[in-house]
């Protein structure tokens, strides 16, 4: 259908009915505030359009979720903050505001992306985050050790009729074989951890 999507085709068409009821055009169900979030969240393009005059009411959408999450769980936005915002209603710098606080957000976010990289490097530079590094590292390899491979303790080359014929002498070679591994894994994790510890 045409109309499931807008100009682009990954953005989703929502209508609005009289009732309040929103209507997600690609999934063909009904939804509420609470998936538009979850939608926004996600970086999912969707657009609201009023289901009798195919208006597009998307800011409206979107400022109602905001109320909603204001109301209802922790508030983000400061009382001064919004005091401000609604002084600038009718004033004549209202047109470059929208400008503003979207190039305020893209910085923010830019920011953000900045903050954890940095964090993450420090990780790397910091010592208790090395040792949990190493500490996480010799977990795996005690792990490895103690589980080898399924396929490492078998003799190969039987074939199915003979492994009953043979069964006395299996036991031994089957233990002699895994210990073996468990030496050989012992040795090579012996050898990671005196890497680490460098």
């Known amino acids: ?3 499931t999507t807008g100009a682009k085709d990954n953005t989703v068409i929502i209508k609005k009915y009289a009732n309040r009821r929103l209507y997600n055009t690609q999934s063909s169900s009904y939804i509420t505030l609470d998936h538009l979030a979850k939608m926004t969240r996600e970086g999912i393009e969707f657009r609201v359009l009023d289901a009798k005059t195919g208006t597009e009411i998307t800011h409206q959408i979107l400022t109602q979720i905001i109320m909603e999450e204001e109301a209802s769980g922790e508030q983000m936005l400061p009382v001064n903050f919004l005091r401000q915002l609604i002084g600038m209603y009718g004033n004549s710098m209202q047109g470059l505001v ?3 606080l979207e190039a305020s957000m893209d910085q923010f976010r830019a920011n953000q992306l900045k903050l954890r990289k940095a964090f993450e490097d420090s990780l790397e530079s910091n010592p208790l985050a090395r040792l949990a590094q190493q500490n996480i590292a010799m977990f ?3 792990a490895a050790a103690f589980m080898p491979e399924a396929g490492a303790a078998k003799p190969e080359g039987k074939a199915e009729g003979e492994e009953d014929a043979a069964a006395p002498a299996a036991p ?4 002699r074989s895994e210990l073996d591994a468990l030496r050989e894994q012992m040795l090579m994790m ?3 951890l005196d890497q680490l510890g460098k």
Do not use: R
């Open 140 to 142: 795996q390899a005690a």
């Open 172 to 175: 031994a070679a089957d233990t």
């Open 190 to 192: 012996q050898k990671k």
């Open 98 to 100: 929208p400008h503003f």
């Open 1 to 3: 259908m045409a109309e």
